[in-house]
Every structure is written in structure tokens, then in C-alpha cells.
């Protein structure tokens, strides 16, 4: 109980590398065994803590470095959109439900798209361009039944999308609206030598075996609108750049069937939730909160599937911290009950494919 308490807040202005934050508030230190200790021990356990080798866990740095999203510019659903829904969900062919119980791109051999990859954000608060790309390119691939597989590139929306997006943070309404007018061009993870723009932010961090960073936090890579950084790229002269012919954000609060039925026919979609501190420890199972009274922050993931365990029904998430942290880079969240608002805004994109790629 000291723990929580330890999560109260203080109202100061807090200077981050001669920036005034944007939050105006600074967490205290916790000590990681001890909200291990918290979450393990909790009296009806769904998932597992690991304290990833911290002693003490800086929450201000992991909640400027790890999350990213602003979670305010995202619609809030009217009374009459509310109803609407509910009325949606009560129609006979959502009860009966002929989607299968568990289902996972990460884990179905339906396509030879490289779905399976766990980017990395690295020290760098970019969770908006990476969950973005990586449900594009997902997306992308699929349209094209397998026919192309090279990822869609985070470094160029990370740099590109607008000055308010950037390491501090972003909208989805931006990026989103950034691929419908602009579009992107491919690149793949740090050092992948894939597409054109690769991730300049080397991995580091305690989710890297605790590999040290450069920097406290990482800067914003420049825009680079024409030009790729990876010298094995075939197209140096003119990358091509890909597009989206719409994009739609719904909830899956009221009707996670129409969200499943999306992901199962057109591949996975982003979501957005707000991230208490006891999740930056998660090891396995399904996560419910248990720790933390104030969020640190809005972060953008990508739901790849769903299913049951012991009753418990949940979401299967990939995460951009890296394939050490959680099951293999990916979480499983409780379904149906709104945990941290996931199901509250879910985003998702129709690629427009180019006929001569
Ligand atoms: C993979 O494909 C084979 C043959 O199409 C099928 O029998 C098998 O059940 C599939 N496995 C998974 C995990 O979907
Ligand atoms: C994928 O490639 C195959 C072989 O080139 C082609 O027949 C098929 O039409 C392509 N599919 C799509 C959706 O472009
Ligand atoms: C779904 O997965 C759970 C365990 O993860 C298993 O018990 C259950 O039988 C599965 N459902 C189906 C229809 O295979």
C-alpha cells in the first residue's frame, strides 16, 4: 500500500533536457521488486511482472521515451453513435459469432507476409509512426496476397508527418491523414538493410538487455522526403512512395465483432491506451491493470488478434519495445471490459495498391 501511494503526484513543472515537459507532473522512483512483489501477488493473477533487471524504475524517462501517443485528439462517441453500436451488437449474426474463438496473424500460416516482425521505438517517443507503419505494411502485404512484403518505413512518418509530430509525441489523426495525402516510403528496423528509409535510432534500454543509450532521450530524425539512408536500397534515385485510399477509426467497446472481423479479412489494426506503470513490467499472460493510479501516457500498439484463456477473453497486441519485453515482444490484454480505454479508438487503413509494383 506504501507502493501506491508512492504514485501520487506532484504538481511541478518538470524540465526535461531544457524543455519544459508537457506533463506537469514528476513521478517518484519505485522500486521494481516491489511492484513485482505487488502485481504477482495480487489475489486473482492473469499475468506475470519481471522487474527486466531495474532496481529502481524511472517513470518519467520510460514515460518519454516508451509511449507517445496523444490520446485527446481521437473522437469520443455521442450518445446516439453509442446506442447505434449497442443496437449493431444485439443483431443475430454478431451473437451467433462465426468468427474461431483464438486468432492471431502473429501465429497463422494464412500468408507468407512478414507480420510476425516486433519493431522497436527504441528512446524515442515514436509509438504513433511505428504502430502506423507496421499495420500498413501489414495491411499492404496482405491486399497483395503475399506479393509484397517490404515493410512500410516508421523513420520516414516519424520525421516527415508534421513539425507536432515527432520523439515528444504524436496525433493519429495526422499520421494517418499524412498517408492519404503524401503517403510513405519503405524501410524496415535498424540496420534491417530493408526498403528505403531504415530506423536511424539504434535499440537500447533496459528492454535490450539493458544496452546503454547515446542519449537521456532520443532526437527526431530529419525529414528526409526524397532520400534513403539504406545503401543496399535498388531505387536510390526516386523511392516510390505508397499510399492509403481511405482510413476509418471505430471502437470496439460496444462491437468487438465488427473490430474482429476487420482484422480477420484485412489484417491487423492500431489502438491506442493509456499506460500505467505496472505495465512496463509485464512478462506474460493477460494484463488488467494493478499498480498505478495516474497514467503515464497514451501509447499506440497493433491488435493482431484475439482469443480465451481459462475465460478470461482477451486482445493479442504487438508492442514496439523490442522482442525481449513480454511474450515475445507481443501482450495479451483483457477483451470486453475497455482495459486502459483500448477499445475506445481503433484505427485501421484500406491500402491503395499500385498496379506496376
Ligand atoms: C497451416 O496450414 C495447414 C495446411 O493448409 C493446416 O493444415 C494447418 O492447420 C495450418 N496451421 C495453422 C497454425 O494455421
Ligand atoms: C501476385 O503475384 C502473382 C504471380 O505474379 C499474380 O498472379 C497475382 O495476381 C498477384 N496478386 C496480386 C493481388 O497482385
Ligand atoms: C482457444 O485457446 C484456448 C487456450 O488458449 C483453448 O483452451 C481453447 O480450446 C481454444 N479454442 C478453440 C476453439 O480452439
Known amino acids: 500500500m506504501i507502493l501506491l501511494t508512492s504514485f501520487l503526484v506532484l504538481t511541478v513543472q518538470q524540465v526535461v533536457n531544457g524543455e519544459i515537459s508537457k506533463h506537469c507532473y514528476t513521478y517518484p522512483k519505485v522500486i521494481a521488486e516491489d511492484l513485482v512483489r505487488t502485481i504477482n501477488e495480487s489475489p486473482e493473477p492473469t499475468w506475470k511482472a519481471s522487474t527486466y533487471g531495474f532496481k529502481e524504475l524511472d517513470l518519467n524517462l520510460l514515460a518519454s521515451t516508451k509511449l507517445g501517443v496523444e490520446m485527446d485528439d481521437l473522437q469520443t462517441f455521442s450518445a446516439t453513435?453509442?446506442?447505434?453500436?449497442?443496437?449493431?451488437?444485439?443483431?443475430p449474426h454478431y451473437v451467433e459469432d462465426d468468427l474461431p474463438e483464438n486468432f492471431s496473424w502473429a501465429k497463422t500460416n494464412?500468408?507468407?507476409?512478414?507480420i510476425n516482425t516486433i519493431?522497436?521505438?527504441?528512446?524515442?517517443g515514436s509509438c504513433w509512426a511505428v504502430a502506423t507503419a507496421s499495420v500498413f505494411s501489414d495491411r499492404y502485404c496482405i491486399k497483395t496476397e503475399g506479393?509484397?512484403?517490404?515493410?512500410?518505413?516508421?523513420q520516414h512518418l516519424l520525421g516527415c508527418t508534421h513539425r507536432s509530430c515527432n520523439c515528444n509525441g504524436g496525433y493519429m489523426m495526422t499520421?494517418?491523414?499524412?498517408l492519404l495525402t503524401d503517403g510513405t516510403v519503405t524501410g524496415g528496423e535498424y540496420e534491417s538493410d530493408q526498403g528505403c528509409q531504415q530506423y536511424s535510432i539504434r535499440p537500447c534500454g533496459p528492454f535490450i538487455h539493458n544496452m546503454p543509450c547515446e542519449r537521456r532521450t532520443a532526437r527526431t530524425p530529419l525529414c528526409k522526403q526524397k532520400r534513403c539512408n539504406n545503401d543496399w536500397y535498388e531505387h536510390k534515385?526516386?523511392?516510390?512512395t505508397y499510399k492509403i485510399s481511405s482510413h476509418t477509426w471505430t471502437s470496439a467497446y460496444y462491437n468487438d465483432y465488427e473490430v474482429r472481423k476487420q482484422i480477420y479479412n484485412h489484417g491487423p489494426v492500431v489502438?491506442?491506451?493509456?499506460?500505467?506503470?505496472?505495465?512496463?513490467?509485464?512478462?506474460?499472460?493477460?494484463?488488467?491493470?494493478?499498480a498505478g493510479y495516474r497514467p503515464l501516457g497514451g501509447h499506440a500498439v497493433k491488435i493482431v488478434g484475439w482469443g480465451v484463456e481459462?475465460?478470461?477473453?482477451?486482445?493479442?497486441?504487438?508492442?514496439?519495445?523490442g522482442k525481449y519485453w513480454g511474450e515475445n515482444g507481443y501482450f495479451r490484454i483483457r477483451r470486453g471490459t475497455n482495459e486502459c480505454a483500448i477499445e475506445r479508438n481503433i484505427g485501421f487503413m484500406t491500402p491503395q495498391i499500385d498496379k506496376s509494383s
Open 237 to 240: 534515385e526516386e523511392p516510390k
Open 310 to 321: 481459462n475465460y478470461k477473453k482477451y486482445w493479442h497486441v504487438a508492442n514496439s519495445w
Open 147 to 154: 506479393n509484397f512484403t517490404t515493410p512500410f518505413s516508421h
Open 175 to 178: 499520421v494517418f491523414n499524412k
Open 119 to 124: 519493431r522497436d521505438q527504441s528512446n524515442c
Open 271 to 290: 489502438a491506442i491506451f493509456w499506460v500505467y506503470a505496472d505495465f512496463m513490467l509485464y512478462k506474460s499472460g493477460i494484463y488488467e491493470r494493478r
Open 81 to 91: 453513435e453509442i446506442e447505434k453500436l449497442k443496437k449493431e451488437a444485439q443483431k
Open 110 to 114: 494464412r500468408t507468407t507476409c512478414p
